[in-house]
Structure formats: C-alpha cells, structure tokens
C-alpha cells in the first residue's frame, strides 16, 4: 500500500470571473463554447475542492478524447486526468470526502489489487478496445465504445447518489463516550443550523453571490452553466422543492455540503435553505389535513459498511440524526425490489430503514410528499427536513434477503438536548444570537478550519450589522489564539475591542471582554506584563458602566487570577477568585457552569499549594454542577473528571472508583489533558 501523501500541483487555470450581473442566453452559450478547451486544457491540475460527491479519476497512458471528457463532465462535473500511476494511486489516497470512480485503459495487477483495497474507490471501469480473455472481480465493467462507457458511468453516478448516507448517532445514555467532537457536536450542529439560517435575512444579494461564485466553479460545464442561467432567471421561493428533486447543481452542492458539514458552502445557500423548509413545513400542513392516520411509515435503502452495521447494532435505543435533507418513500416493494437487485463489494452490507412517525407524539418533525413535483413519479417520494432525530430501536438481518432491516421512531428528544445546550451557552455567552452561537459550537468541536470559513463567509455577506461584525472579529481572535496563531488572533481582538469602543454609545462591556481576550493571547504568548496590563485595563472598563458586577468581571479576575498562581503569589489569587465568586453568588444561580468553572480554578491553586483535600473538594464541587447541566459526555466534565483523577494519583488512592483517566478525552479532545488545565480559567474566551 502506498503511503498517503498529500498530492497538490499548481493550477494553471485562469479562472474566469463572471461578477453576478444578468447575462443572456447567448452570452451564456458563447462562454461555454470559450471556456470548455480551457478545461480540457488544464483539468488534470485542478486543485479547487470536489464541492460535489463524486470524483472521476481517469488514467490513461495517452491523450483522452475531448468530446469524451464533455460528456462525462456533463454527467459529472470534477475529472481528474492522470498518466502516472504513483500520482494517480497518491491523490486518491488523499481523499477523504468523496466516492471515488476509475477509469484506466490498461491492466496492471498491482495497480488493481491497490486500486480494490482503497475505500475511497467504488466503482473501476476498464475502457480499451481490446477485449480482456479474463475480466478480475475487481473491474465494475468493461467498455470498448464511448456510448458503453458514458452509459456505464451515468448509471453508476445515479446508483452512488442513491446511496450515499450519513448520520450523526448520539448515544445521550452511555457516560463512557466522551467524544463531543464526532458525535454530540455534529449532531448538536444540524439542530442549530437550520434555526440559525432561519434567522438570516435573505435577499437578492445573497442569491448574486451563489451565482457569482458557482459560474466561477463550473466554468467550461456548458451543462451546469446553464442550469446556473436558469435559476439566475426563474428562481422564486415556491420552487425550492422543484431544484431540490430534478437532480440539479443546488441539489448535488448542497447535499455534500451537509454531509460533510462544510458551513463555508452551506452560506451560500442559506436563501434557498431558508426557502426549502418553508415550502416543506407548507406541504407538510397539507399532507396532515389529507391523511388521517396518526402513525406513518417509509422506507429507505442503500448499502454501507460492515462498520457501520456494527456501529447501529450498538448503538440501540440512541439517537440518530441523517445529515442531509432524507429521501424516502412510503412505498415499501420499490425498496426492497431495488436493494434485492443492488450489487455490492466485500465488506458492504444492504440495509433497509423503516422510518416509523407518529404525528400525534412527535411535534418536531417536518416532511412532504414530492411525487408531484417529479416527472412520471409513482414512487410516493417522501422528503424529510433537517434535524429530524429518530430512536434506533432495532438492526436485524434478513437472511433470506440478504440485508439488514433498522428500524427507527421519530423522537423530540434531539430538540430537548438542542434546547438545553442552546440555555446552557446562553448562560456563558454574553452573546445570545442563535448565528453566533452556531459558530461557538463550531469552535467548541474543534474544528478551526470550519469556524474561521463560517465566520468568514458571514463577515462577508450581507448579513451582519456593526455589533455582529464586532462579534466576528471578536470570535475569529479566538480561532487564531486556539490554532496558536497569536499575532493574527491579536489583530483580530483588536479590531473587535476597537469597534465596540467606537460605536455610539460605546458597547463597553463587549469592549472590555475583548480587552480580556487579548489578556489570554499574551499570557498564551508569555507576555506576563502586557497579559496583567490587559486584564487590568479590562476591569477599569468594565467600571466605567453600570454594571461594575456583570458576571464577566469575574471572568476576568479568574484570569488575573490564574495568572497569579502561575507566579505562586497564591494571596494574590485567591483574592481574585473570592471576589470572583462574590459576584457570582450576587448574581448566579447555584448550578451556573462559571461557578463550576471558579471552582476548578480555586481547585487548581490548592492542588499548586499541595492542599490536596481542598483541591478534590472544589474539584468534586464542579464535577457536581457540570453533571447536573451538561450532557455526560461534554468535554467539560472530562476536563473535571481528569482533575479529579489526577488528585487521586497525587494521594496514592489508585482503587477509589473515581480513580480513570479516560482514554477518550486524552485521544480524542482538542485540550491538552495533561495540563494544570488553568484554561479553564478563561472563561470569556
């Protein structure tokens, strides 16, 4: 097996850009005509982002034909053209998100026994005009002609559409994950994603600059260019579900998008989002005036991994949310007669979900029959909405059909826990804008890269005011200080600590929280003097208002505080903190989680002193609130759990109970665990 090594080389693509003025018919043919040589030109160095599900992958030891590569461009727009197969086998290797398709025109046993063994790879055409006496297992089809291998691949793109799948299983009831990152976080992203983009105005900009962006994208696919013409010309809100079910752009970009949770992609679309659901919820109305039953069944086939069949058996009785918008149907024989006739590639698994919603006890679920905005449809197509939560409550094989049946009920439970974590960053965030929020959770997950692309993507529309335009910058800080970038994250504090400054009247409590940022960056970068400067002149602005006892204050003298027991000037610290929680007592409630947050950190200055029974008692004092407000498995809790533990170590009391150190949260969590974990301290950052 070839290593995996990243495969990038420069693009010489001049990309075109279009702006997003009207154009003509016309003007739209002749840029086709102009731009497709430019494509053929230079697509074997295409280096922008797959923002589709499939990639075609063509090596081939001469020049493939033009007209060829139009066609199959037509049926899918990213091709990769190779001729060396190390660089080909070292590019494949190096996606991640998409369903891979090769064509070659040669054999090659050790080509084809790497090529078979890569996960990414579904489907291996060979297309030569010599017929094999032998064709291997591995090989999906042969084609000697254009028209066989254009046939082929068009159906393999439908079968691969059809049956791609992703989930966000939350399992609310096992205390042994902990794992917020891969499972609560995603699952907590798609209930608050369609509430935030809900929240977003909508107007024609935002449609400009989705045209604007994806002409640029699909330049030299006269296909695509003009389905981007006709949505620029004849796009109104009460068509949403038409582009969503006649396979177009809209529908391919977004679902990707989804699936793999890319923000950056999905706010360009946020209007027809925003439209979509709304035109769902009316259908819906509908449907519930026309069906009189309370309980309603569909059905859903596609094939996945043996894994993952694992993962659903395991996970029984957890909640899953499908991470797109869920096609089904209430057509039980269509289903099973198409996954009987579906091939599959060792180490796949049919399966069949059976979709049970009963519209008398659940209230969150949002769907519409489709069938008759579909051409010749007599399938009873069911369209699901985003962030719909159902129970696993079964997984079990069919042996006499060869394939699983899963069978899962609708629930409001991922409303619930949506709900308490939205109330439960509430309570820290001076902030409260559900848009806002998204982006914290973003952060909270880890993943940097797709919170500075939101945050980025939002400063860049039309959407914010000048107080959310203070938020981002105050937020992008925060990405940079967590990815180390301190100079950046300075910058970035800067401009929100300025802005919020000048504004009229000045919003000096935003201010004086991003003076208290910039506090962290320095004590991050060792800059102790200018760190002490800056939460001081934080708690001066913080005086200048009227709320001198806003719960922020005491966020700020934790973090001088911290910065004294780093010093060991540990008199000097525990003033802080009992002034801290002077406020806090003023006004908190008890099980607030910055309390539990002051408590870790006076923990941390009697574990420093070696007064170890005072360190575990605020310690357990903490673990207390944060497991009466907080899922089990928030990282939160494992920040506290590992300090506990630690203490345990310290005393010699390895057999105590509480005495794990949980693998999990040291794999897996973006925190350094082995830490005196004084971040915590930074409660306004």
């Known amino acids: 097996m070839l290593s995996k090594v990243k495969f990038a080389i420069k693009s010489k693509r001049n990309r075109r850009a279009l702006g997003a003025r009207s154009i003509s018919l016309d003007e739209q043919i002749n840029l086709n005509l102009k731009s497709t040589d430019e494509f053929f030109i230079s697509n074997q160095q295409r280096t922008e982002t797959n923002e589709e599900d499939i990639t075609i992958v063509w090596l081939s030891k001469t020049k493939q034909n033009k007209s060829l590569l139009t066609s199959l461009r037509f049926i899918n727009d990213y091709i990769q053209l190779f001729d060396d197969e190390e660089n080909a086998l070292t590019y494949i290797q190096s996606i991640l998100e998409e369903k891979i398709i090769v064509i070659i025109d040669y054999f090659n046993d050790h080509l084809l026994t790497v090529l078979n063994e890569l996960k990414q790879v579904d489907a291996i055409f060979l297309f030569t005009s010599t017929s094999p006496s032998e064709l291997p297992s591995c090989i999906t089809a042969f084609c000697s002609t254009d028209e066989e291998l254009i046939n082929e691949i068009d159906h393999t793109c439908q079968q691969i559409n059809k049956h791609l799948a992703a989930f966000s299983i939350y399992n609310h009831k096992n205390k042994e ?10 699952f907590l992203f798609f209930q608050l994603f369609k509430a935030a983009f809900k ?5 024609s900009e935002s449609k400009k600059l989705m045209i604007s962006k994806y002409r640029d994208y699909y330049v030299g696919n006269r296909k695509v260019l003009n389905e981007i013409l006709d949505f620029e010309l ?6 949403a579900i038409q582009w969503h079910t006649n396979n177009s752009f809209i529908y391919r970009l977004i679902n990707k998008a989804l699936r793999t949770e890319n923000i950056g992609c999905l706010c360009y679309f946020h209007f027809y989002i925003s439209d979509l659901s709304k035109q769902l919820e009316k259908e819906f109305v509908k449907f519930k005036k026309q069906y009189f039953e309370s309980t309603i069944k569909f059905y859903r086939s596609f094939k996945t991994t043996s894994e993952q069949i694992k993962n659903f058996q395991y996970n029984i009785d957890s909640l899953i949310l499908t991470n797109e918008y869920l096609s089904t149907t209430r057509n039980r024989e269509i289903v099973y007669d198409f996954i009987k006739q579906l091939n599959i590639q060792t180490n796949e698994e049919k399966v069949i979900f059976e979709y049970t919603i009963d519209m ?15 051409q010749n449809s007599n399938d009873n197509e069911i369209l699901i909405d ?29 409303v619930d826990i949506a709900s308490e974590y939205v109330e439960y960053q509430k309570a820290k965030m001076t902030d409260s804008n559900i848009m806002l929020m998204l982006g914290h959770l973003i952060i909270e997950t880890g993943n940097y890269y797709k919170a500075e692309k939101y945050f980025d993507a939002i400063l860049h529309s039309s959407i914010p005011n000048d107080e959310e335009i203070s938020c981002i910058y105050y937020n992008m800080g925060r990405i940079y200080r967590l990815k180390g970038e301190y100079d950046r994250a300075l910058e970035y504090l800067d401009q929100a600590y300025t802005t919020h400054s000048k504004a009229r009247p000045a919003r000096l409590i935003s201010a004086a929280k991003a003076m208290n940022a910039m506090g962290i960056v320095y004590k991050e970068q060792d800059n102790i003097t200018q760190a002490i400067e800056s939460f001081e002149s934080a708690l001066k602005t913080y005086g200048k208002t009227l709320q001198a006892s806003h719960p922020d204050v005491a966020g700020t003298l934790i973090n001088l505080g911290n910065i004294y027991c780093a010093q060991e ?6 003033s802080c903190f009992n002034r801290a929680q002077h406020i806090y007592d003023r006004n908190l409630p008890p099980n607030h989680p910055n309390i539990a947050i002051l408590l870790n950190n006076i923990g941390n200055l009697y574990q420093q002193q070696s007064q170890l029974d005072l360190a575990l008692n605020a ?11 907080l899922p089990p498995n928030h990282p939160d809790i494992v920040r506290n759990q590992h300090n506990i533990s630690k203490i345990y170590i310290m005393l010699g009391d390895q057999k105590n109970p509480n005495f794990q150190l949980k693998q999990t949260a040291q794999c897996d969590l973006n925190i350094k665990l082995d830490s005196n974990m004084e971040i915590i301290g930074m409660i306004n950052f």
């Open 177 to 186: 994950k902990q794992d917020l990152t891969h499972e609560a976080g995603s």
């Open 386 to 414: 985003i962030g719909v939560v159902f129970k696993i409550n079964s997984c079990i094989y069919n042996e006499k059909d060869n394939l699983w049946i899963v069978n899962v009920s609708a629930t409001d439970e991922g």
């Open 234 to 239: 004849n796009y109104k809100s009460n068509k």
């Open 199 to 203: 929240k977003l105005p909508t107007n």
């Open 569 to 574: 000037e540990f008199t000097d610290a525990l």
């Open 619 to 629: 310690y357990q004092r903490a673990l207390a609130i944060y497991e009466n407000i």
């Open 360 to 374: 008398k006890l659940v209230k969150s679920i949002i769907f519409a029959d489709i069938s008759q905005y579909k």
